[in-house]
């Protein structure tokens, strides 16, 4: 059975004190609330891992993760950092695909897949984000645009590799707007992508795989967007600083 699960992204928000409070306040706040086959992770700043690495090392089903790491396991890369080296925080995740680093650093497909090959050979589960822009949600392209991320950046992999990824549904256009997908437009992508998986690994890999929604999820909206048949939690960019919105979206599975 699949896992459900509510991953914060914080991006590059808050100094080490901050966000070292608010990881314990969520801590302190879902260890009671995480149920059955649920996961809770928060994918901080590099400055923050070890430390609530340490953290979510007592707490069962809350785990951390990383925004990025370099492809390579070492060398001449300055201001990188490393799968090996996030892995030994403590962090189980990264986000790799995020729309704010293909558009803004470039990464391309090509590239992606070599970070997600990097990833699962050092024991991290990559949260591997598709989605379409605004204009490819208006020219009818999205299905072919969401396919082709899927099967540049992860259908290289065996059946094996690929039960260690988490995909995220992220539309660019819903990603820090304030617009959201509507339910019914996010659960057809994410039925599409499941068929799509179906069509490469088969129907079990298929139905075993978590596929997140991510674009302004909030307390408000996240009940009736994960009750959708295909949607098994959410990635949380601006509603996972706030630990009572975060915890809040949480327990939408209890
Ligand atoms: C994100 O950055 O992954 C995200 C979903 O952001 P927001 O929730 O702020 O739209």
């Known amino acids: 059975m699949r896992k459900n699960i509510v991953a ?3 991006k590059m928000n808050l100094d080490y004190e901050k966000g070292v409070s ?11 609330e995480v149920v059955g086959n649920q996961e809770v992770i928060v994918c901080t700043p590099a400055i923050h891992l070890s430390s609530v690495g340490k953290l979510a090392g007592s707490v069962k089903n809350v785990a951390v993760g990383a925004q990025n790491i370099h492809q390579a396991e070492s060398g001449a890369y300055t201001g990188e950092i490393s799968a090996t080296q996030v892995k030994s925080t403590g962090a189980a995740y990264v986000i790799l695909g995020h729309s704010e680093r293909r558009a803004y650093f470039g990464e391309t497909d090509e590239l992606l897949a070599q970070k997600v090959e ?27 645009v969401i396919k082709s991320q899927l099967e540049k950046g992860v259908f290289h992999l065996s059946g094996e590799d690929f039960t260690n990824i988490v995909l995220a549904y992220e539309p660019v256009w819903a990603i820090g707007t304030g617009l959201t997908a509507t339910p ?5 992508v994410h039925a599409f992508i499941r068929d799509t998986i179906a069509g490469k690994y088969g129907e079990q890999i298929a139905a075993d795989t978590t596929i997140l929604y991510g674009g302004s999820a909030n307390p408000g909206n996240a009940k009736e967007l994960f009750s959708q048949p295909d949607i098994d939690g959410g990635l949380i960019g601006g509603a996972s600083l706030k630990s009572r919105d975060f915890v809040d979206i949480v327990k939408v599975f209890n």
């Open 8 to 10: 914060g992204n914080w």
């Open 22 to 32: 608010l990881f314990s306040e969520i801590v302190n706040m879902v260890k009671d």
């Open 118 to 144: 990097a990833a699962l050979k050092h024991g991290l589960s990559p949260i591997f984000c598709i989605g379409e822009t605004k204009e490819e949600r208006e020219s009818g392209r999205f299905f072919d």
């Open 184 to 188: 019914e437009q996010a659960q057809e």
